[in-house]
T-cell receptor, first 110, second 117 residues
């Protein structure tokens, strides 16, 4: 079992819809969770981080964390073509290292 | 958000030469920086953790004598790829952990694309 798992996609949504990206992790002791966006040929950009169970909202983005189910998700409301990218889920482990999932490709079609 | 720079953004070198890549945190102090490499259509692979004033910690399978890391100050870490070979061609990305910000999230530099001919 991989430490952080994501569906590789691609996930295709129409412009204006809600995109839902999911991530599961194996280490029950994990405390910090991050979502990064990576455009092709570019480095990752931090979008959201979450530490407590529940929802955290920032603009069009909502991160959701359920530690009991070892599940973290990212919702993107009113999806735009510019949101088309690979979304990386990351979990922090000992030594402040981030373990990344393989990423989910999101395609927003206009 | 915090800004991390990398230099150079692209480099082409001949096999057998060494290449140095710089990573700087511009508006915050980073006691810890990380070096990753990424192959096309693959996820990030952590190479090493760089701590200011101490030796870097390398991940399993990463040759420390080939990938020399120096973290001379709270805002600068360097990665030197020694005796580069074509298989070292990759996208190298650094990140800095903002320990004085809210929860220590990592911010990435723009990356350095290395091509070894």
């Amino acid at each position: 079992q991989k430490e952080v798992e994501q569906n590789s996609g691609p996930l295709s949504v129409p412009e204006g819809a809600i995109a839902s990206l999911n991530c599961t992790y194996s280490d029950r002791g994990s405390q910090s969770f991050f979502w990064y966006r990576q455009y092709s040929g570019k480095s990752p950009e931090l979008i959201m981080f979450i530490y407590s169970n529940g929802d955290k909202e920032d603009g069009r983005f909502t991160a959701q964390l359920n530690k009991a189910s070892q599940y973290v998700s990212l919702l993107i409301r009113d999806s735009q073509p510019s949101d088309s990218a690979t979304y990386l889920c990351a979990v922090e482990r000992i030594g402040n290292k981030l373990v990344f999932g393989a990423g989910t490709i999101l395609r927003v079609k206009s | 958000g915090a800004v991390v720079s990398q230099h150079p953004s692209r480099v082409i070198c001949k096999s057998g030469t060494s290449v140095k890549i710089e990573c700087r945190s511009l508006d915050f102090q980073a006691t810890t920086m990380f070096w990753y490499r990424q192959f096309p259509k693959k996820s990030l692979m952590l190479m090493a953790t760089s701590n200011e004033g101490s030796k870097a910690t390398y991940e399993q399978g990463v040759e420390k004598d080939k990938f020399l890391i120096n973290h001379a100050s709270l805002t600068l870490s360097t990665l030197t790829v020694t005796s580069a070979h074509p298989e070292d061609s990759s996208f190298y990305i650094c990140s800095a952990r903002a320990t004085r910000k809210s929860k220590g999230e990592q911010y990435f530099g723009p990356g350095t694309r290395l091509t070894v001919t």
